[in-house]
């Protein structure tokens, strides 16, 4: 059975791996099932983006490059017109800042020539100039002055199709009108000033290069051309080689700290404010050997940017992707197929997690470890530049460990469940709580097993002739009120009430939980000694309860049996209905010896086997009885009285019985070694101070026949009964 039940659970944990596995990693993974379920998969997708910010928030911080300039378009810039008139009308660049914006090209050929006269290393233009405008011809002529220092902007964008139209995505290059008759519109360093946001809407990657098939999520044509970013027409114009300039595709990017102050924008018009062009950048000393970026920073020009830093300007984000290249700070994602091969096999550890380590606490710090372990991996991988997938491999862990372990503390709640309402009313609360904190002890027998048990047999003497004349109504409050008080002392001493068997019981130590032969033995005797007193204290209640209501005075009698042995205890009846419970040779034995307690009258009579261990006990009292052969068993056994134990050793100090076990015990030594003189000297005393027990006047009259015809020399010391 534990077997089978075992086979089921790891089916069930395997269902759950597969399962999980596949509805995450077709939702992370799979463009077919991203399509069909596009809101889900699109919040998972959104929640494993912001889980990669969390871990590239984890690696040193980005360092902003002292070398870089940026010079924005802001609102003073754009408000210059209202500063002083004089200065402003002796500097032609102002004077032309004060029309509406888009300005004159011209200011952009004074900005440029300026910075770079003063020893700027490259000077970039963040700005669309795709069609002829004023000022072209000033600008024309600084692009060919200084021939590979100037960068300008050019757009790549996706196609109409993200509006529900189609084609191709679209390509603008600055105007032929800033190209010099003489000039190489190759040799013009230029790159697209796109970014594209993911699903959250924020940007945080980079492409340096790409078609504009790509853009359009289509197919490349292989003469397509690659066009540069901004970031890589930067850097290679700055002479700066790197090899991820040449990579298409999406690269993530970790962002500088405090991009947004570090590389905040200095007003354009300061370079031309002669105060401030002393004051601020030291006459141009400022500039030399610098990266300048000239780009927009007034809100109106709406070139902002939702990043997971926050929202930045778009040259800043420029300037952003320089840095991470030049510090090596870019994750390029891995394939779906092996997010999702990453996601089977973690999934597969929370499974042999689960399903190995059975006890679910346990289960659940191997997959904390899993858990943990994994951030750690995935972390060396993106140092090394590669952005493995999160929330895949983390749901999966959670989803499959957690089902494992819910499963199995739902097994272990049913278990226990069961456990409660088979035993609650067979033991007491402290041996329940001690079998439900240990189930297996309780549950490893149910298929059968061999144990050494005590079993003790109660029976109410003449109840089938009391029951015929009573009022049934009291008969059974009676019976229950007697029920309650032996199967309290029964589970006092921490036995199981095995079953009722009428007005019989029997009870079991040693089956659940399993423990020690002799401590089994001594709480059965001890249950047994205070049955017998109880009952004792039952018949007097009744009495006095008769006297005064004027009825019949009730005397019960109940004799007790006690055996100890192996017994093979399981789960055993019917398919309709099972029980706990044990048999075998003990159990019958027992049983005789409740039904022996009639023929000499005595409340309780225990085996040799069980007197064994409590003869030498100091506190407790047994006499032996007789030595016997019962019905349906051939080898003889000792029969013994307990009189007293420990707990009662107070109370039974003047017992006359429990003064004189030592004298019993002597006398019936003599009669078994068959020294029948001494012992019919030795009874008739025990007679004289006890007239009528019965079991002394039985052996005495045996002991004086055999003095006239002895037993035999093959006498083993038994007799035969003819009777239960």
């Not at 995505?169 to 230029?190: H, Q």
């Not at 005397?555 to 100890?564: A, E, R, S, T, V």
Request: aromatic share 8%; net charge negative; glycine share 8%.
């Amino acid at each position: 059975m534990q077997e089978s039940k075992s086979k089921r659970r790891w089916l069930i944990l395997v269902a759950i791996w597969l399962g999980f596995s596949f509805v995450f990693g077709g939702l992370l993974t799979s463009p077919t099932i991203q399509f069909r379920l596009v809101s889900l998969s699109t919040l998972l997708a959104v929640t494993d983006l912001r889980l990669r910010d969390s871990l590239v928030g984890t690696l040193p911080p980005l360092p902003a490059d002292s070398d870089i300039v940026f010079l924005g378009i802001d609102e003073s810039s754009l408000t210059v017109g209202e500063d002083d008139p004089a200065v402003i009308a002796q500097s032609r660049a102002l004077t032309l800042m004060t029309e509406p914006f888009p300005w004159s090209r011209e200011v952009w050929a004074l900005a440029i020539d300026r910075l770079l006269e003063s020893g700027a290393k490259l000077v970039i233009l963040d700005l669309l100039i795709n069609s002829p405008r004023d000022g072209d011809e000033a600008l024309r002529k600084i692009i060919a002055k200084y021939p590979g220092r100037i960068v300008l902007a050019s757009s790549l964008s996706p196609p109409a199709s993200s509006q529900g139209g189609g084609g191709l995505g679209r390509y603008l290059e600055p105007s032929d009108s800033l190209i010099s008759e003489e000039g190489d519109r190759s040799t013009l360093p230029v790159g697209f000033v796109n970014f594209f946001p993911e699903l959250d809407g924020q940007v945080r990657t980079v492409r340096f290069r790409e078609t504009v098939e790509a853009v359009a999520n289509i197919s490349d044509h292989p003469s397509s051309p690659a066009y540069p970013s901004m970031a890589t027409a930067i850097l290679v114009a700055a002479g700066e080689e790197h090899p991820v300039l040449n990579r298409r595709g999406r690269h993530m990017m970790q962002m500088v700290s405090n991009l947004s102050s570090v590389y905040s924008p200095k007003p354009i018009y300061e370079i031309f404010w002669p105060s401030m062009w002393r004051q601020n950048f030291a006459d141009g000393e400022a500039f030399e050997g610098k990266i300048v970026m000239i780009g927009p920073a007034a809100a109106g020009l709406q070139d902002r940017h939702a990043t997971p830093a926050g929202t930045v300007l778009g040259p800043q984000l420029h300037l952003n992707a320089v840095t991470a290249v030049r510090h090596g700070a870019l994750f390029r994602t891995v394939s779906a197929r092996l997010d999702a091969v990453v996601i089977f096999l973690l999934g597969f550890g929370s499974l042999l997690a689960v399903g190995f380590f059975r006890r679910p606490l346990f289960a659940i710090g191997i997959l904390v470890l899993l858990f943990g372990g994994f951030l750690i991996a995935a972390r060396a991988a993106l140092i090394s530049g590669h952005s493995v997938g999160l929330l895949g491999p983390l749901l999966c862990i959670v989803t499959v460990g957690g089902a494992g372990v819910v499963y199995d503390y739902s097994q272990v709640f049913k278990e226990r469940f069961l456990l409660r309402r088979a035993l609650e009313r067979r033991v007491s609360a402290d041996v329940l709580h001690e079998i439900l904190e240990n189930p297996g002890s309780y549950l490893d027998q149910l298929g059968g097993v061999r144990r050494s048990v005590a079993i003790l047999f109660s029976d109410l003497r003449g109840f089938t002739k009391m029951s015929e004349n009573a009022v049934p109504e009291e008969m059974v409050a009676r019976l229950n009120t007697y029920f309650d008080v032996m199967v309290n002392r029964i589970q006092e001493n921490r036995g199981m009430v095995d079953k009722f068997i009428g007005d019989a019981i029997m009870a079991v130590w040693g089956s659940v939980p399993s423990q020690a032969p002799r401590d089994s033995v001594r709480q059965a005797v001890q249950a047994a000694l205070c049955m017998s007193k109880e009952l004792e204290k039952l018949n007097q209640r009744w009495r006095d309860d008769a006297k005064q209501e004027g009825g019949t005075p009730v005397q019960w009698k109940m004799g007790i049996g006690l055996h100890c042995g192996d017994a093979i205890t399981g789960n055993i009846g019917s398919e309709k209905r099972l029980e706990l419970t044990v048999i075998g040779d003990a159990v019958n034995l027992a049983s005789r010896l409740e039904g022996v307690t009639k023929r000499y009258q005595v409340p309780i009579i225990v085996s040799e086997a069980v007197a064994k261990y409590l003869v030498t006990e100091p506190d407790w009292a047994l006499r032996p009885l007789d030595r016997v052969r019962v019905v349906g068993r051939n080898a003889p056994v000792t029969l013994y009285e307990p009189l007293s134990s420990p707990a009662i050793a107070e109370e039974t100090k003047n017992d006359p019985l429990v003064a004189a076990a030592s004298e019993f015990r002597s006398a019936f030594e003599a009669y078994q070694g068959q020294d029948f003189r001494k012992a019919v000297s030795m009874y008739r005393k025990l007679r004289e101070r006890f007239p009528d027990d019965l079991p002394t006047n039985m052996l005495l009259e045996r002991i004086e026949e055999f003095l006239d015809s002895p037993p035999g020399e093959d006498w083993d010391g038994g007799i035969a009964l003819d009777s239960k």
